[in-house]
T-cell receptor
Framework: DTGVSQDPRHKITKRGQNVTFRCDPI?????LYWYRQTLGQGPEFLTY????????KSRLLSDRFSAERPKGSFSTLEIQRTEQGDSAMYLC???????????????FGPGTRLLVL | AQSVAQPEDQVNVAEGNPLTVKCTYS??????LFWYVQYPNRGLQFLLK??????LVKGSYGFEAEFNKSQTSFHLKKPSALVSDSALYFC??????????????FGGGTRVLVKP
């Protein structure tokens, strides 16, 4: 399968614990995005990378959240000191940009569902 | 700022009948528009997009969408719905202007239920 993969698919944690999610984009896609989706809502943008550079962050991304894409391939999203309000589906997407434009399609992974007790 | 509205939380349609899912958008510049479908406990699956050119865009699984600039709409359509089309549908927009960044802004989603 050459699609976007995410690990784990499900995570249950206790309030105050740290969690880390991984995303492997489609091979050679240079852009990688993280979104959060709560029940009954559309996905909301968190952050995006072009290669290893984090170029944009939403104000939804509090200082407890950090994302990395160290070698421009896979990415990790860490949430420190989790809160019950962090419970959501975390979606990763990737795209191939061949210029300065932004018309390319984002392809999504299956998501990581987080439940904070 | 960019935004998307999907005015219907749910659309019910009988199998074989036409299906329409409504979407309106707001951007500062010109829009790139996308439709995605989500099945239970799955990620979003790309259906089609409008970038420029012909206002009628054809996509996967027999879906199409019509871009209407004057009404700022991008409604998704399928001439003959299948039970397997039952899912959650999301419209998304990205503003062409560089200052808007590369993020997609999604609507709240419309649940489609196709009854046999």
């Amino acid at each position: 399968d050459t699609g976007v993969s995410q690990d784990p698919r499900h995570k249950i944690t206790k309030r105050g614990q740290n969690v880390t999610f991984r995303c492997d984009p489609i091979s050679e896609h240079n852009r990688l995005y993280w979104y959060r989706q709560t029940l009954g809502q559309g996905p909301e943008f968190l952050t995006y990378f072009q290669n290893e550079a984090q170029l944009e962050k939403s104000r939804l991304l509090s200082d407890r959240f950090s994302a990395e894409r160290p070698k421009g391939s896979f990415s990790t999203l860490e949430i420190q000191r989790t809160e019950q309000g962090d419970s959501a589906m975390y979606l990763c997407a990737s795209s191939l940009s061949v210029g300065s434009g932004s018309m390319e399609t984002q392809y999504f992974g299956p998501g990581t569902r987080l439940l904070v007790l | 700022a960019q935004s998307v509205a999907q005015p219907e939380d749910q659309v019910n349609v009988a199998e074989g009948n036409p299906l329409t899912v409504k979407c309106t958008y707001s951007v500062s510049g010109n829009p790139y528009l996308f439709w995605y479908v989500q099945y239970p406990n799955r990620g979003l699956q790309f259906l089609l997009k409008y970038i420029t050119g012909d206002n009628l865009v054809k996509g996967s699984y027999g879906f199409e969408a019509e871009f209407n600039k004057s009404q700022t709409s991008f409604h998704l359509k399928k001439p003959s719905a299948l039970v397997s089309d039952s899912a959650l549908y999301f419209c998304a927009v990205r503003d062409v202007i560089k200052a808007a960044g590369n993020k997609l802004t999604f609507g709240g989603g419309t649940r489609v239920l196709v009854k046999p």
